[in-house]
């Protein structure tokens, strides 16, 4: 049972254009939150994170947002570059404070990015 | 700043073979892990250790086994290599647990293993 879901494959849009990658997760003990990018022939990179006591988090041109009740987040790109070009992975942890494991992170399945210039 | 450094990165077995993947990280993490990627499965993780000395099964840990002896060492061993272990793998690390601000994981660039 996947307990995070991307369930978009891939997203192609324009450069300029806002990015936005959407994840489900379905795990209620699931209170971090955090988004990788990962290019070809590379290890993944951490992007942003957000914890549960927040419903937003913005880094530069990144933004993401998290709907508790709706089991949801989002990451927004805005201007999209070429260069973010990559396979986004969305995660998620329990952060231990109520006796979950915060070791381990459950990822997604990933989600292509294409910008176009 | 080599980060997360793993050896081999590229690897061709028959089924059968053993094999060890070496993980090494220069930065003091207390935390280190092993994820594999398939396509269309995401990372799924294998074994973790919390420190020196100690490890843990994670998602996926059938047919693996690991060793963290050295702090800054994580070894991803296969016993009798099979087809099904066709896979990317990973090895990350960590400062603190990933469930807190500052414990983002640190990943190596990946090692491609083929079982035939």
């Known amino acids: 049972d996947q307990q995070v879901k991307q369930n978009s494959p891939s997203l192609s849009v324009q450069e300029g254009r806002i990015s936005i990658l959407n994840c489900d997760y379905t795990n209620s003990m699931f209170d971090y939150f955090l988004w990788y990018k990962k290019y070809p022939a590379e290890g993944p990179t951490f992007l942003i994170s957000?914890?549960?006591?927040?419903d937003k988090n913005e880094d530069g041109r990144f933004t993401v947002f998290l709907n508790k009740s709706a089991k949801h987040l989002s990451l927004h790109i805005v201007p999209s570059q070429p260069g973010d070009s990559a396979v986004y992975f969305c995660a998620a942890t329990d952060d231990g404070k109520s006796g979950g494991s915060n070791y381990k992170l459950t990822f997604g399945k990933g989600t292509l990015l294409t910008v176009n210039p | 700043n080599a980060g997360v450094t793993q050896t081999p990165k590229f690897r061709v077995l028959k089924t059968g073979q053993s094999m060890t993947l070496l993980c090494a990280q220069d930065?003091?993490?207390?935390?280190m892990y092993w994820y594999r990627q398939d396509p269309g499965m995401g990372l799924r993780l294998i074994h973790y250790s919390v420190g020196e000395g100690t490890t843990a099964k994670g998602e996926v840990p059938d047919g693996y086994n690991v060793s963290r002896l050295k702090k800054q060492n994580f070894l991803l061993g296969l016993e009798s290599a099979a087809p099904s272990q066709t896979s990317v793998y990973f090895c990350?690390?960590?400062?603190?647990?990933?469930?807190?601000?500052?414990?983002?994981?640190?990943f190596g660039e990946g090692s491609r293993l083929t079982v035939l």
């Open positions: 930065m003091n993490h207390e935390y």
């Open positions: 957000i914890s549960s006591i927040k």
């Open positions: 990350a690390s960590s400062p603190i647990p990933t469930g807190n601000q500052g414990g983002e994981l640190f």
